[in-house]
């Protein structure tokens, strides 16, 4: 508890100077400072920070024991920072952009967000000293430890970095000499790596860390990179609040010190999706089964979207179907042309489309995009079951009906569509069934159905092939007790 | 009753029927005799309009049928029953339900009504114990007997029948063409296309040959069958007889 004495002391000697006004940033240890941030702070008994948390290792949303939790490397410093003012910390999360205002408008008393000190900010704002200088890291399997020392050990070997990164930028220039293959996810870059397909991962210092702090398989070191300098990281607070960025600058001063963001890093890795849990290695890993709520909420998910996309796809199928053997003849061109160019697009495409494409115009959840494409995608397939199925019945039992006097509608209403619906019924279980599998499509956008969170789990066991057999198997429970419930009804249905 | 004017059908560049002009009678049987291809089966389809004529006109009682509005043109088909040579029975109806529909959905009429006279008619085709049956447990023949009650059950004016027999196994023809003789003794409009030439012996009033579209030749059946003038006649008599 030195340091709470010690702040405590600076607490005193600061309110007797009050009307001197320092320099904030230049700040250290034994300056004064004159005003009251820092003692407002320890009145209320709460240091209430400001942070974006969708920004791993830095800072992101954990479920621990069951509760949402924000964790990360800011949040670990946070604490520090909290404790050696000796206050409670209280977290507030929001958009990155709303951060700034927030401080300004006292909503917060300062900001962790793993924020870069640039001079446009230092308008409005006053920093820290910076707390962390990211490296651009290598990460490789522990066992090749010896083999690789720097960016220029990998000539001809195969690496890895994430899409669209820095990472992949520095890869692509300053390491010409080796195979570059680029994948959309840390975690799948990972994988690759311990299963040998690739030799090593580009990978951000933070990010580097904290894998492979919880991972004795791979070790990490530093690139060497030259075009991976970044500003500094540091904790933003409002103008002038100097007694506070003393404070700050000395819980700062001391984690430097005592290197503890290695430390931190590596306790912030434990709640990555994608590091293993707690104190477990490769052997003492539980059961896949273990992580049977994930596979729960995936597959309600994706019996959610499949049941609701065939009830609105067979409802959009029966219209165009109806509309393709009416009479009209500019309908009858429009679902035509609609039925053979969505049986004529990809449904990944179809799912993007109407998620990015429409959500430019009016903001829909995932969720719903999915279902709607799904549905879309599903109608015009249910149309062409429903057309062939009527097309099935013998002409001559429209024929017979028409010479007893019936309508067209009369017709189709009594004879002709109940025995179209015998063979409709199958093929349109069998669509059913094609949805429960290829509803997985919509992943790609983010819904949480059975194979993203296949994938998730992927990620949080480390493991590869037990996720997929679950998965599998939960696949085809669905699939195959839905074709036994379709032939239950069929046989019901049968009577000649 | 029935009256058909330069009646002419192509199917694409396939001229089936070429400017046929006939007079149906009330009370009439009219047979329709030829061979394969030579548009009897099409000239019957014609008449209720099952095929749309090309060219011409089907006047039936009085009216018009070709360029009617379709409502009207389902009221007129009421009058005409129609037997196929498949049958065509509704398999996912029992033989009652077959019988019924059309006169409950079409005339309106009650169900115990439309039970009633369906009773009846199958009583009169003597498978009245088939009624709660379906039709796929049937013999062709007693399928054949249902569909001709079903159309009977319309209380049609004009019955039309195409080649009726064609689709039975020898030892149900008879059974079929009893019924229609019978129906036939009883005075209905009848326009029958057949290969039974005994049977077209028996019941025609009136017999039509028919070769290429065209109906070649006509007269009673002793004219027909015992004296052909023309000489495709004798030649497709002399090949069936």
Sequence with gaps: ?496 | MIKIQHLAKSFKDNEVLKDINEEIKQGEVVVIIGPSGSGKSTLLRCLNLLEMPSKGEVVFEGTSLTGLKEEKLNHLREKMGMVFQNFNLFPHKTVLENMKIAPMKVKNEAEPVAESTAIKLLRKVGLEEKAHMYPNSLSGGQQQRVAIARALAMDPDVMLFDEPTSALDPEMVGEVLGVIQDLAESGMTMVVVTHEMGFAKKVADRVLFMDAGYIVEQGTPEQIFNSPVNERTQDFLAKVL
């Excluded at chain 1, 029966?318 to 609609?338: H, S, V």
């Excluded at chain 1, 024929?399 to 002709?416: D, Q």
């Design chain 1, 1 to 496: 508890m030195k340091n709470k004495k010690g702040l405590l002391m600076l607490f005193y000697i600061l309110t007797m100077f009050l009307s001197l006004g320092l320099n904030a940033s230049s700040a250290h240890a034994e300056e004064v400072a004159s005003d009251s941030s820092l003692e407002e702070i320890k009145e209320k008994g709460v240091l209430v920070i400001g942070t974006s948390a969708d920004f791993p290792p830095y800072e992101f949303h954990a479920t621990i024991d069951g509760k949402d939790t924000i964790v990360g490397m800011d949040i670990e410093i946070a604490k520090k920072i909290a404790e050696d003012i000796g206050v409670e910390l209280e977290i507030k999360d929001m958009q990155f952009d709303s951060l700034i205002p927030a401080l300004e408008t006292n909503n917060i008393d300062m900001i962790l967000a793993g924020m870069s000190a640039t001079k446009e900010r230092q308008v409005s704002v006053d920093f820290s000293d910076p707390y962390y200088f990211a490296t651009q890291n290598i990460v490789i399997r522990a066992e090749d430890e010896e083999l690789y020392a720097s960016k220029k050990d990998f000539s001809g070997k195969v690496i890895g970095a994430q899409m669209g990164s820095l990472q992949e930028t520095l890869a692509k220039s300053e390491m010409t000499d080796s195979e570059l293959i680029t994948l959309g996810q840390t975690t799948e870059l990972l994988l690759s790596l311990k299963t040998g397909k690739l030799d090593a991962v580009v990978m951000e210092g933070p990010n580097a860390l904290a894998f492979t702090g919880n991972d004795e398989s791979l070790i990490t070191f530093e690139g060497g990179f030259e075009g991976g300098e970044t500003d500094g990281t540091a904790i933003a607070m409002r103008k002038d609040a100097d007694t506070l960025v003393t404070a700050v600058n000395e819980s700062l001063a001391e984690i430097k010190e005592q290197d503890l963001i290695p430390g931190y890093l590596a306790e912030t890795g434990k709640h990555l999706e994608t590091a293993p849990a707690e104190g477990e290695t490769e052997a003492e890993k539980g059961s896949i089964l273990d992580y049977w709520s994930y596979f729960l909420e995936g597959t309600g998910n994706t019996i959610f979207i499949s049941v609701v996309s065939v009830l609105f796809g067979s409802l959009i199928g029966g219209l165009l179907a109806l509309i393709r053997i009416g009479d009209n003849k500019f309908l009858r061109f429009f679902a035509t042309a609609y039925v053979e160019f969505v049986r004529g697009t990809p449904m990944l495409i179809q799912v993007m489309f109407i998620y990015f494409a429409v959500g430019y115009l009016i903001n829909i959840p995932a969720l719903l995009a999915g279902i709607i494409a799904v549905s879309l995608n599903s109608g015009a397939y249910v149309c062409e079951i429903i057309r062939s199925g009527l097309a099935s019945v013998p002409k001559g039992q429209i024929e017979a009906a028409r010479s007893l006097g019936m309508s067209k509608k009369t017709a189709m209403r009594h004879i002709i569509f109940p025995q179209a619906l015998k063979n409709i019924w199958p093929a349109l279980g069998s669509e059913f069934v094609t949805i429960i599998k290829e509803s997985s499509i919509v992943s790609v956008i983010g819904v949480s159905e059975l194979i993203f969170q296949t994938r998730v789990v992927t990620s949080v066991s480390y493991r590869g092939i037990a996720p997929l057999a679950v998965s599998m198997v939960i696949y085809f429970i669905l699939t195959f007790s839905l074709t036994k419930l379709l032939n239950y009804y069929e046989g019901k249905m049968a009577h000649d």
